[in-house]
T-cell receptor, first 114, second 114 residues
C-alpha cells in the first residue's frame, strides 16, 4: 500500500532556532517528492521538489534531503521566523503510464514562538 | 497572474441543501482535482478530471458530484447525501502528463453545515 508518514505531528520552537521535519514513504513507482507549506486557512504552496537522483536541495532557509534507498526525506528549516508557522506537507508523486497520482502525508504543524 | 481561483472562501449550508464550490484555473492544465482536508488528516481525493467532459471518482466521492464542461472550470457540488460535509475543500490542477506533475492549489473553501 502506498503510504507517506510524517513526524513529528506537531512542533513548537523558538524564533531563530533550527528544526527538521521527517517524511518516510512507501510509494512505488516513485516519481518525485515535494514539500508543501500550508498557512492556516490557505492552500498549500510548493517549497521544493526532489527527484530520485537528488540528495539535497535548498530554497532559501529551507533545505530538503532525500535518501531513495531508505525512502526517507527531511525538511530542515534554518533560523526560523514567525512566518514559518504553518503546516508542512510531504507529497510523493507516483507516475504510472505517464499520469500522476499523489500520496499525501498528514503534515507537521510547526509553531514558531517569539 | 496565472493561478487557481476558488470561491466562495467561506460557505454556510443548512442540512438538506446542496451547495456548489467553484474552481477556475488559467494555467492551461488538463488535470484538475478536488480534495477534502480535515484536522489531523491528510488530503483526501474526492474527484479528479484528466480531460474535459471526463472525470473519475477519488477515494471519498460519495455525496459529491462534479462536472468538467470547460478546461478551465471544475465545480464541486456537495449534496445533501454527504453526511459530514463540514470541511476545508481544496481544488488543484496539474499537467496531465509530462513535466514533474507539480500540483498547484487554490486558496480553499471552508464549508460549514449549520
Amino acid at each position: 500500500k502506498n503510504q507517506v508518514e510524517q513526524s513529528p505531528q506537531s512542533l513548537i520552537i523558538l524564533e531563530g532556532k533550527n528544526c527538521t521535519l521527517q517524511c518516510n514513504y512507501t510509494v512505488s513507482p516513485f516519481s518525485n517528492l515535494r514539500w508543501y507549506k500550508q498557512d492556516t486557512g490557505r492552500g498549500p504552496v510548493s517549497l521544493t521538489i526532489m527527484t530520485f537522483s537528488e540528495n539535497t536541495k535548498s530554497n532559501g532557509r529551507y533545505t530538503a534531503t532525500l535518501d531513495a534507498d531508505t525512502k526517507q526525506s527531511s525538511l530542515h528549516i534554518t533560523a526560523s521566523q514567525l512566518s514559518d508557522s504553518a503546516s508542512y506537507i510531504c507529497v510523493v508523486t507516483n507516475s504510472t503510464s505517464g499520469t500522476y497520482k499523489y500520496i499525501f502525508g498528514t503534515g507537521t504543524r510547526l509553531k514558531v514562538l517569539a | 497572474d496565472g493561478g487557481i481561483t476558488q470561491s466562495p472562501k467561506y460557505l454556510f449550508r443548512k442540512e438538506g441543501q446542496n451547495v456548489t464550490l467553484s474552481c477556475e484555473q488559467n494555467l492551461n492544465h488538463d488535470a484538475m482535482y478536488w480534495y477534502r482536508q480535515d484536522p489531523g488528516q491528510g488530503l483526501r481525493l474526492i474527484y479528479y478530471s484528466q480531460i474535459v467532459n471526463d472525470f473519475q471518482k477519488g477515494d471519498i466521492a460519495e455525496g459529491y458530484s462534479v462536472s468538467r464542461e470547460k478546461k478551465e472550470s471544475f465545480p464541486l457540488t456537495v449534496t445533501s447525501a454527504q453526511k459530514n460535509p463540514t470541511a476545508f475543500y481544496l481544488c488543484a490542477s496539474s499537467r496531465a502528463t509530462g513535466g514533474t506533475g507539480e500540483l498547484f492549489f487554490g486558496e480553499g473553501s471552508r464549508l460549514t453545515v449549520l
